[in-house]
């Protein structure tokens, strides 16, 4: 092991062992001789059943879920999952989006405000903030001579509408060709000298509140403005607020903890590298809220759960093509069902002639090779024949309503394109005849029966000792 990933590791299991002998936080149970204190057995109690949760348990019920996800973990720091690299960097990339901004004080984020809030002030070189609202009649680069008369007698009209009386939010809202301001009357946000085109700021800024202009040109085409409303900058604690989301939303605090974090590493006696250093504070803030110390530990057994129920149990039961079929024939009666099923594909045609053409294609290939052959012989330059592949019974798919299962009366709704329809596959009256026909089914059950007996031998493994007097104070002490 290298002494970084041995440095990490330590910090981190000196972190989660926390205080559990304390008599303010006692031993609820041990896992294979590991201690659980209390107060991590109620953050994930309370965690896992609160309100939303449908399906609440009690605390005497949830012991022993509890167990086995612990027991999984134990297993996968056995196997010595977490000092893997892939395991480092995700754990490392979770720590990191908590702890980083907690590095960071409100302090040095209202420096950012107000240092903002005076480059703000400075641009505006004592001029006011607008709130302008404009129609546009868009005239592109290079636009023809005729393009140019008709934007031009288009704006034009739009502003004698205006002159006869008419309404600028209505005629923006039907006219102008800026949408998104357009839906809204035209109406532009706050807007300040220099966010806007030389050609709009100058026409805005010599507008007075609710005046209009006449018609002018600029890069995008011919405008109108209406000036809404213009005002002084307010005093900074009056924006502070505003100001303050705007700069934790440009992740300032991310950008200000690699300062802090840099400059720890260059004053470090240990000369720390980044990663020590944020071991370091993980363990230090976590010492100092225990609410952190256990989010930290969710995310450090999480992954360790996920990885070893995946390595050892979901992807080999997935992959393995002889278990399946040897479960599926084992299992085979509890698969059956009392209406018939098709095992195919229904599909979808620009052209009458594909229609033929594709069952042709298909015809006594395996159905896992459909789809490959169909996008190869037909949809290479472009798509002409959509595709439906799956298992169907009554009342799934109208167009196997209509010509798999004869049900009359319905018509099926085709892709608009695709008028012709074709469909190709097996009729299974009392059940699937092989364990592909409902792979997704026989590999969840597969992966089901594994984890049991998996689950068996680790509780012949690590021991579970609960103290039953502790349990009973779990959220009442």
Not at 466 to 477: A, G, S, Y
């Given at each position: 092991?290298?002494k ?20 303010n ?16 057995f ?14 609440r ?32 960097k ?5 720590r ?25 002030k ?12 404009h ?44 949408k998104?301001?357009?839906?809204n009357?035209?109406e532009?946000?706050?807007v ?21 202009s ?10 109108i ?7 002084d ?10 100001i303050?989301?705007?700069v ?5 605090r ?26 370091r ?9 225990e609410?952190l ?23 080999p ?6 278990g ?17 099923h ?39 330059d ?49 059940g ?32 579970v ?13």
């Open positions: 092991m290298s970084k990933i041995f440095f990490t590791s330590y910090l981190i299991l000196a972190m989660l062992s926390g205080a559990a002998a304390q008599d936080d006692p031993v609820v149970m041990t896992i294979g001789g590991e201690p659980v204190s209390r107060s991590e109620e953050y994930n109690y309370n965690k896992n059943n609160t309100d939303a949760v449908i399906d348990k009690s605390v005497e019920e949830y012991v022993d879920m509890f167990a086995v996800y612990k027991m999984k973990v134990r297993a996968a720091l056995d196997a010595r999952m977490d000092t893997v690299a892939s395991y480092q995700e754990f490392h990339q979770y990191d989006q908590q702890i980083r901004p907690l590095l960071v004080s409100d302090s040095l984020i209202d420096i950012e405000c107000r240092k903002y809030y005076d480059e703000m400075s641009s505006l070189a004592g001029k006011q903030l607008l709130k302008p609202a129609i546009l009649v868009m005239l592109k680069q290079h636009a023809s001579a005729a393009e140019q008369d008709a934007a031009k007698e288009r704006i034009d009209s739009i502003y004698k509408a205006l002159s006869d009386g008419g309404d600028f939010r209505e005629l923006a809202i039907a006219c102008s060709d800026d998104q301001t357009g839906s009357g035209g532009l946000p706050w300040a000298p220099g966010q806007l085109l030389k050609e709009f700021e100058d026409v805005a800024y010599s507008l007075d509140k609710g005046q209009v006449t018609p002018f040109l600029s890069p995008v085409g011919y405008h403005v209406k000036m809404a409303d213009r005002k900058l307010e005093p900074f604690d009056s924006l502070h607020a505003q303050h989301r705007f934790e939303n440009r992740g300032i991310m950008q200000l903890s690699q300062q802090i974090i840099d400059s720890l590493c260059h004053t470090s006696r240990e000369r720390m590298n980044a990663e020590q250093i944020l071991d504070e993980t363990e230090r803030l976590c010492a100092e809220d609410n110390k256990y989010l930290v530990q969710e995310y450090h057994d999480g992954l360790l759960y996920y990885n070893i129920c995946n390595d050892s149990i979901w992807e039961a997935k992959s393995d093509t002889t399946l079929e040897k479960y599926f024939k084992k299992n085979k009666r509890k698969y059956s069902w009392k209406v018939p098709f095992n195919g594909m229904v599909y979808y045609c620009k052209y009458s002639n594909d229609v033929a053409a594709v069952k042709k294609a298909v015809r006594k290939k395996e159905d896992d090779k459909w789809i490959g052959i169909i996008r190869d012989k037909f949809n290479k472009s798509i002409t024949v959509k595709m439906d592949k799956r298992l169907f019974a009554k009342g799934d798919n109208k167009a196997a309503d209509k010509l798999i299962f004869k049900v009359k009366d319905i018509e099926p709704k085709t892709p608009a394109g695709y008028p012709y329809i074709g469909y190709v596959g097996r009729m299974l009256k009392k699937p005849s092989k364990w592909t026909d409902i792979s997704q089914k026989v590999i969840q059950d597969l992966q089901e029966e594994r984890m049991k007996e998996f689950v068996a031998t680790l509780r012949k493994r690590y021991t000792v609960v103290d039953e007097e502790i349990l009973k104070t779990v959220n009442n002490h």
